[in-house]
């Protein structure tokens, strides 16, 4: 019932040879890792922008290395899964342009429709992708996680100080950060290999609540300069300290900007205010771990002061009401009459305030190690936090209750201290009451704080309060002008 077909005809794919290919190959389809890399090195010495992300980026392709987006079957999916990503940060105030998106969306219509003409040859397409791709990954990756801006580099600056015309070295942060090293780049371009960008992106993203607080914040501010504020405020958000305070359970923090101090414990926090640094002697920020509290501690004058007091040289009298005492470069103490002006400005003595009543320092002080000599300490001047402009010290940070903190910083096993601290604040140093009987066994000098509790002189224009609402603090320093025009481009 069923017969064959007798016709037949030759197959014209048999013995194919790589010749019989010849006449399908066409020049601008021919891919060239060599012209690639040669687009690419143009591409390099034509991008000057100095994001951190940059800079690594032109590293990176400054040498020939395999690719991370393209190969000889097209543009890896990945680009896709990152133009998705990039399509959201305009919702935390980024702008889209910083990454080229428009012209990587370009390029991937050419690559996927071989649309190539003389201006947008397959190599130039193929280098475009590679290198903006990699330049907007790194951007992202490395800003959203660590930060757009590198604080020590925008704050460790030469500036003017006051009517100076000469620059000199102003050096003002120093919070260990966690950058983008080389381990972190190599990793986050091996999720391109592994087809995994979208789980990687989702993990890097700012995750702090006071980060999330200000992205509300930023849906409900109109333009102009609050806006910018906001702004400000969520990068600093981003920097990523090494050992962060808030994650441990007791910790203080004083922001500058609000001349505020918070004193946080799993039970309570505590906030009182303080006086920082005036403008021509910031008070710089840092962090550290508070590890001793002295009682009627000594005060060693600052040379700054010291050439403020130095047309009183050879004035006992001026000396001697303020409880000043002169030393010599061994260490010898010197009559105040016999020490002149040019002596006092030549660096070689040393001023030193007794402990006790009216001394600049107040009644204790807080020591933790940092390399700007400042502290947190009590004032002889306690009117000072009557004001709202607290700008008065030379650097140090001085605190409104300074007994309340020293009790805050007890642990359990030296609350028992905590009287003979009360006794030594009051009755302690060397200024007596005649009338009153001093009972030397109560008195203190030092007491160690163990453990150890960290400590971040930190810089926040837009903070919460301890209810977790939202207030604005003037830049009292100029810091979110600094930051503000280093993210001007990147600002939407």
């Known amino acids: 019932m069923l017969s064959a077909c007798q016709q037949t005809e030759e197959n014209i794919n ?9 006449r399908f190959r066409q020049s601008e389809y021919a891919l060239s890792s ?5 687009r690419i090195g143009a591409l390099r010495k034509t991008d000057t922008d100095l994001l951190p992300a940059d800079q690594r980026t032109r590293k990176l392709y400054a040498h020939p290395q395999h690719f991370f987006w393209i190969d000889r079957l097209g543009v890896s999916s990945q680009a896709d899964t990152l133009l998705s990503f990039l399509e959201g940060v305009e919702q935390e105030g980024i702008n889209l342009r910083i990454f080229r998106t428009e012209q990587i969306a370009k390029d991937l219509e050419r690559a996927r429709t071989l649309q190539f003409d003389k201006g947008n040859s397959i190599n130039d397409v193929y280098a475009r992708l590679e290198y903006n791709l990699t330049r907007a990954y790194l ?6 996680n660590f930060g757009f801006v590198d604080p020590a580099k925008a704050l460790n600056r030469f500036e003017l100080v006051g009517e100076d015309t000469v620059k000199v070295k102003s050096r003002l942060y120093d919070i260990p950060l966690l950058h983008a090293d080389d381990a972190y780049v190599a990793a986050a371009l091996e999720r391109v290999a592994a087809d995994s960008v979208g789980p990687f992106l989702r993990s890097i993203q700012p995750h702090s609540p006071l980060y999330t607080q200000l992205l509300g914040e930023l849906q409900r501010a109109p333009s102009g300069g609050y806006r910018k504020k906001v702004l400000v405020n969520m990068e600093r958000a981003r920097w990523r300290m090494k050992d962060p305070v808030e994650d441990n359970e007791k910790y203080v923090m004083v922001n500058v900007a609000s001349q505020q101090l918070y004193a946080v414990s799993p039970d309570s926090t505590m906030t009182m205010r303080v006086a920082c640094g005036a403008t021509r002697t910031k008070t710089p920020l840092l962090a550290s771990r508070i590890k001793r509290m002295e009682v009627n501690p000594v005060w060693r004058m600052p040379f700054s002061i010291i050439k403020g007091i130095a047309g009183r040289a050879g004035s006992s009298s001026y000396f001697a009401s303020r409880r000043y005492s002169i030393f010599d470069g061994a260490g010898r103490k010197v009559d105040p009459s016999r020490v002149t002006r040019d002596q006092l400005l030549s660096g070689r003595y040393s001023v030193v305030q007794k402990g006790g009543k009216g ?8 020591r933790f190690d940092n390399t700007f000599s400042v502290y947190l300490h009590d004032t002889s001047s306690p009117w000072v936090f009557q004001s709202a402009n607290r700008l008065v010290s030379h650097g140090c940070v001085r605190v ?6 020293a009790l ?11 009287e003979r601290i009360k006794y030594s604040m009051k009755y302690g140093g060397e200024t007596r009451d005649t009338t009153q009987t001093i009972d030397s066994t ?6 160690s704080v163990d453990p150890q509790v960290p400590v971040c002189l930190n810089y926040f224009t837009i903070y919460p309060d301890l209810a977790g609402r939202l207030h604005e603090y003037p830049d009292v320093y100029g810091y979110d002008k600094i930051i503000a025009n280093l993210l001007t481009a990147m600002m939407k």
């Open 408 to 418: 805050f910083l007890l642990s359990d096993k030296n609350r028992s201290e905590a």
């Open 34 to 38: 060599a012209r690639i890399r040669e």
């Open 139 to 144: 951007r992202y990756a490395v800003g959203q």
């Open 442 to 447: 109560m008195i203190i000098k030092q007491l």
């Open 14 to 22: 048999r013995n194919l040879s790589l010749e019989s290919l010849e």
């Open 400 to 405: 409104q209750r300074p007994y309340d903190l």
């Open 359 to 366: 001394n600049s320092l107040g009644r204790i002080v807080f």
